[in-house]
């Protein structure tokens, strides 16, 4: 779903009109924004937590030249950690889905390696 879906969606839902959700939606990301350019976590108890992750300078190798050396320089991502309730729903449509699927999906352990179709 990208945002014009997303929007759509919450209209229907709240029974409003597109233009205020757009407007609330456009809100919620400069003041999440805003918040971690100033380093603070903005957090929706259940849903999840964002926050900034400083990444400090490394040394790389450039993929087209692979003999050339390259830095990358320090950077600050977004960093996203989902919550309990999150979690927790995700948990349940994955136990459900597996359950309707009729034959159980096989488990493929760590320390076995993967057989491919050819080999007994």
Do not use: C, Y
């Amino acid at each position: 779903m990208n945002k014009i879906g997303l929007i759509e969606k919450l209209a229907e839902k709240l029974q409003m009109d597109k233009k205020d959700v757009t407007k609330v939606l456009e809100g919620f990301e400069e003041l999440v924004i805003s918040s971690l350019q100033q380093g603070e976590e903005v957090t929706l108890t259940g849903f999840g937590t964002w926050l900034a992750k400083f990444r400090s300078a490394r040394g790389g190798v450039n993929p087209q030249k692979p003999n050339e050396h390259i830095k990358v320089p320090a950077v600050t991502v977004p960093k996203f950690r989902a919550g309990k309730t999150l979690k927790d729903a995700l948990k349940k449509k994955a136990e459900s889905a597996s359950l309707t699927d009729g034959e159980p999906k096989e488990e493929v352990k760590e320390d076995e390696p993967k057989k491919s179709e050819g080999e007994v």
